[in-house]
């Protein structure tokens, strides 16, 4: 069952920006460790952003730097600002939560739908 819904992907060049979002109505984002996954055709998902309840972040290394995982606890809303975007920065983003109150686990049980982001050369 999809509990989140993502949104801001699209197509960029390489070295633009973009700004992920995603919210739920289901639950307060405030009490859960969140996390930003992508998954390039072929590949595996893996985790890019994480954003834990003590509001400790965590990322990828190839990200560090460009990318910027916030949440807005009044808009119930998650983001990842992307910037400096590399064509192998291409894939499918998801937003995933785990359960309230507890730490990030690396394998959240509630996930989005994805949103598509491609860099082109």
């Known amino acids: 069952q999809v509990q989140q819904v993502e949104s801001g992907g699209g197509s960029v060049q390489s070295g633009g920006s973009l700004r992920l979002s995603c919210e739920t109505s289901?639950?307060?984002?405030?009490?859960?460790?969140l996390t930003w996954f992508r998954q390039s055709p072929g590949k595996e998902r893996v985790g890019v952003a994480t954003?834990?309840?003590?509001?400790?972040?965590t990322y990828t290394d190839s990200v560090k730097g460009r990318f910027t995982i916030s949440r807005d606890n009044a808009k119930n809303t998650l983001y990842l600002q992307m910037n400096s975007l590399k064509p192998e920065d291409t894939a499918m983003y998801y937003c995933?939560?785990?359960?309230?109150?507890?730490?990030?686990?690396?394998?959240?049980?509630?996930w989005g739908q994805g949103t598509q982001v491609t860099v082109s050369s």
């Open positions: 995933a939560a785990d359960r309230p109150f507890q730490h990030c686990s690396g394998s959240p049980p509630y």
């Open positions: 289901a639950y307060s984002f405030q009490t859960h460790c």
């Open positions: 954003i834990d309840i003590d509001e400790v972040t």
